[in-house]
């Protein structure tokens, strides 16, 4: 009831004052017809120029793979998915119990973004923005966009982003999303601040165009290594001790840190040495560009505890405090030609320098662990686009020259839409590439902790097939097949650990990474559809997987569903628009993976099967001119039964009933 007089001030205060949009009222801009000279804003009827008005689409969101959209400012059931910590459809992730810590796999995806090798810690990236994730603007007026929304306890979730100009053609923005949250149990406190500020430019003739972007990010988390009595104190507290206070509960230790902190200066341009336009059009015929791109990035891994714990076995310090740095500078130079017959065609070459450090070495009776990877990459590529036949062909192909991480990839897709109602496409996925460079070296005060492996590992080959079907009437479907060599995975080393210790949850202590000599191969289909009845809707997500494999070093359910039934409505004469309904999510038992936080890391575990738990969530969404309102009560069933068996990992709980309020506003000047 804490937020209840919140809520009615929002949902009825607002009404109120929505009699009028906050978009800037309609306007006449003066725009170049085609490509003739605009005459004087005072002429009206000037030829060659004329006069239109702004609307939502001209407040373009572009994508690193120059992908526009539009500012969407409706209020749908896919908001309401996205309307989370990651803002992003989480439906194959399962959170942990408090905001900003790691999220386990529901569902995987094995094809790569980038070529090389990443710094890992991979439990502690879910919030951390790659080159890929950054978006550029080019809006009509200054546009700002908020996310508001509360955490558990003390602490709230801000992402606040503003977009503005100076001219039509160069367009800025500044965002930086920040939380803290205390969280239900102790010593569980996660925080972060992503601080992003980009540039698009595109000069007067349109010859030379630019994006750049600048990113500054930092993610901690307070490490508790979990409960440590599950049965007794959480699955079946019995009556005598109150548990329902989840601070009062026993965790492993109360003295670990861990975080991720990185800074990148992202530039890409391109100019135009030929370009050809019809006549008639504003289209381009035929066009030659050379285009150059610059990444620089640093980041670190830390993770810190003040007193060395058996939990993760004998230390050779009493204090812990490890940290993997990577420095990388990418550099590439590229020709692209474009024909509107032929299609698009890049060829590009790229320079790939690296610096993975630890800041000693390691002598042991095992012999010498270096402290450093270093080394550069030379590596060719190219990418095609055209429409062939009504076919959206598209390709692109890596492949190392010169280095010792070496590597290629190749992806290539084609679609094609039958009419506005149906489409479909295929996807085909090649890649053999080194695993991340945690697998490869690793330092820490933890003597269990200390491996070398870039000798030995070899490159993980992944193949992957896809198949999508997007309609209206049948629904939308993705069928994937993968195959998997060389799948390198964490997991304790039985060599070493007794089958009695790894049953009593001691197999920190003894982990190592590995790689899989036989095939892994991995099927998922995942299928949605909705249905209406007038104001009532039934969206249904459902994921199957199967997974075969001579060892099991690939975990996951066979069965993910997520269904919601909701009303929308507008009320208040038009002036509000609701939508209400009840959302149910459950997956199958199975080994669930299990985290270790002096990685950061996710671990194979057989030991174990935790999940076949339903998850209610309620909720009540509006939009009140360009602002979403949203109110839930997630995980309403967790008090329901006498017994807790909710778990985002082995130890570690999935959230209790909680009631959380937000909103995302978009207001424009």
């Known amino acids: 009831m804490k937020y ?56 373009k969101i572009i994508s690193y793979a120059r992908d526009t959209t539009f500012l969407d400012t409706t209020l749908t059931i896919q908001k309401e998915y996205r ?61 700002t966009d908020i996310l508001f929304k509360t955490t558990f306890e003390q602490g709230q979730l801000l992402d606040a982003n503003l977009t503005f100009n100076t001219s039509r053609r160069l367009n800025f923005s500044i965002a930086y999303k920040g939380f803290r949250s205390l969280g239900k149990y102790r010593f569980n406190q996660a925080e972060s601040g992503n601080f992003r ?29 979990g409960l440590a009595f599950t049965e007794d104190q959480f699955i079946n507290p019995g009556a005598e001790t109150d548990f329902s206070d989840r601070a009062r509960l026993e965790i492993r230790f109360d003295d670990a840190d861990n975080r991720v902190l990185g800074k990148r200066y992202f530039l890409e341009h391109q100019y135009k040495l030929l370009r050809k336009r019809k006549d008639s059009s504003v289209v381009e015929k035929t066009s030659l560009a050379i285009g150059h791109e610059f990444n620089y990035e640093t980041k670190f891994y830390q993770y810190i505890q003040e007193t060395q714990n058996d939990f993760y076995g004998a230390g050779l310090l009493s204090t812990i405090n490890d940290k993997a740095t990577l420095k990388t500078m990418y550099n590439q130079l590229n020709a692209s030609f474009y024909n509107s017959v032929l299609g698009r065609l890049q060829g590009n070459i790229s320079l790939y320098n690296y610096n993975y450090f630890f800041n000693s070495f390691l002598v042991s009776d095992e012999g010498v662990i270096e402290n450093r990877l270093k080394g550069e990459e030379i590596a060719i590529g190219g990418n095609y686009q055209k429409r062939i036949k009504g076919f959206d062909v598209k390709a692109a192909l890596r492949y190392t020259i010169s280095g010792s991480l070496t590597g290629n990839m190749l992806d290539a897709s084609a679609g094609y839409r039958i009419n506005d109602n149906n489409r479909f496409g295929f996807a085909l996925h090649q890649s053999a590439n080194l695993p991340n460079f945690n697998f490869l070296l690793y330092q820490s005060d933890y003597a269990n902790y200390n ?46 650990a007794t089958p009695e210790q790894l049953e009593e949850g001691l197999e920190n202590a003894y982990l190592k990474p590995f790689q899989e000599n036989n095939s892994v ?46 009303f929308s409505s507008d009320v208040f004469k038009k002036a509000m628009y609701i939508q209400t309904g009840v959302t149910f999510k459950y997956f199958s038992a199975y080994n669930m993976n299990a ?30 001119q360009q602002t979403r309102i949203y109110l839930k009560a997630e995980h309403f069933n967790s008090s329901f039964g006498e017994t807790s068996e909710f778990f985002a990992a082995p130890d570690y709980p999935y959230r209790d009933f909680v009631i959380r309020f937000g909103l995302v506003w978009n207001f424009f000047s």
């Open 83 to 143: 309307y989370n910590y990651l803002r992003r459809d989480d439906f194959e992730l399962m959170p942990f119990a408090n905001v900003g810590q790691p999220y386990n796999h529901l569902g995987v995806n094995f094809e790569r973004r980038q070529q090389y090798p990443s710094l890992g810690a991979t439990a502690k990236h879910f919030n951390y923005a790659e080159v890929q994730d950054i978006d550029y603007y080019n809006v009509a007026t200054p546009m």
């Open 197 to 225: 500020t980009t540039a698009n430019y595109e000069n007067k003739n349109r010859r030379y165009n630019l994006r750049a972007h600048i990113a500054a990010q930092n993610i901690a988390t307070e490490e508790n290594g």
């Open 595 to 624: 985290y270790n936080p002096v990685l950061g890391e996710f671990y194979i575990q057989n030991n174990e099967q935790l999940g076949g738990f339903p998850m209610l969530d309620f909720f009540i969404n509006a939009r009140v």
């Open 521 to 566: 191969n991995y099927f998922k289909v995942r299928y949605n559809k909705e249905f209406k009845v007038g104001k009532f809707a039934l969206n249904n997500t459902l994921m199957y997987q199967n997974v075969s494999q001579t060892n099991q070093v690939l975990n996951v359910p066979e069965l993910v569903t997520r269904n919601t039934l909701y």
């Open 4 to 59: 209840f007089l919140l809520t009615i001030f929002f949902f009825v205060g607002f009404p109120l004052l929505a009699q009028e949009d906050s978009i800037p009222p309609a306007r006449k801009v003066e725009e170049k017809a085609k490509f003739g000279k605009s005459k004087p804003a005072s002429d009206k009827k000037g030829e060659g120029s004329k006069e239109r008005e702004i609307t939502i689409q001209d407040y």
């Open 451 to 496: 491996w070398q492996n870039d000798s030995s590992f070899e490159n993980e080959l992944v193949t992957s097939f896809q198949f999508d079907l997007e309609s209206t009437l049948v629904g939308n479907l993705t069928a994937k097949y993968t195959r998997l060599d060389n799948y390198a995975y964490f997991a304790p080393d039985a060599s070493f």
